[in-house]
């Protein structure tokens, strides 16, 4: 899909469930400026050109780019903090958000259920703060909602690392499920993500490293070489 046919394909069915009254949009939100999460925001600025577009500093058509740690609002009572979490782009940032008691954090390609993304544009040291730092700091019944639907494909490399009864309930959901965001909390991705158990020794000693940082490193090779 290139970046136009995106926003193509999105605005349309947007402007159906604002017109049905259904959808009360407010604001475009970018987690970062690849164009499979931001291409778009010029197609749909064309139908909704009086929205801000929040994102990462170089996303396409952006006016607004909130600090690390800024809360804003969006709607009736939704309270959003902005977390910057550079690695996968130097853009990137997640949104972790409240309505009452529900809790939930966006992680665009930062936080996969039972992986992360890519160290396109950073370093593990940078994937180590924005996943065991960062987001694991996060109340452990915030549920994940990430950019891209890769649990099968995630799961399988886990179980190559260790097969805790996590991993396993993991694995059985994702064979039986084909979406699995807002499934899974930061408290289960502490279990079942081998890469946010750096510290635990069953893990260190699948990568034959110690360091936090150096097991990131070994986990995301590892990966990528599957």
Not at 32 to 58: C, R, T, Y
Not at 87 to 97: K, P
Not at 119 to 141: C, H, R, Y
Request: hydrophobic share 30%.
């Amino acid at each position: 899909m290139t970046r136009s046919n995106k926003g193509n394909r999105v605005a349309p069915v947007l402007k159906e469930q604002i017109d049905a009254g259904k959808i009360n949009l407010t604001a475009i939100v970018n987690t970062h400026h690849h164009w499979d999460h931001a291409g778009g925001n010029n197609k749909m600025l064309e139908q909704f050109s009086d929205k801000p577009v929040i994102g990462g500093k170089d996303c396409e058509a952006v006016s607004r780019t909130p600090k690390d740690g800024e809360t804003f609002g969006i709607g009736q009572g939704i309270t959003v903090k902005a977390l910057y979490t550079p690695c996968h782009t130097q853009d990137s940032i997640c949104y972790f958000m409240e309505d009452g008691n529900d809790r939930v954090v966006f992680t665009g390609d930062t936080l996969f259920v039972g992986g992360c993304g890519r160290f396109f544009e950073g370093t593990a040291e940078e994937m180590n703060t924005a996943l065991n730092k960062t987001l694991a700091a996060l109340p452990d019944d915030t549920k994940v909602y990430p950019g891209h639907e890769y649990t099968k494909t995630n799961v399988k490399f886990c179980m190559t690392v260790s097969q805790t009864e996590p991993i396993k309930k993991l694995q059985s959901f994702a064979e039986n499920n084909k979406e699995t965001q807002g499934r899974f909390t930061i408290g289960d991705e502490k279990l079942h993500n081998v890469f946010m158990r750096v510290q635990d020794p069953e893990i260190q000693k699948a990568t034959g490293k110690t360091d936090p940082v150096d097991v990131m490193a070994a986990l995301r090779e590892m990966k990528n070489n599957m």
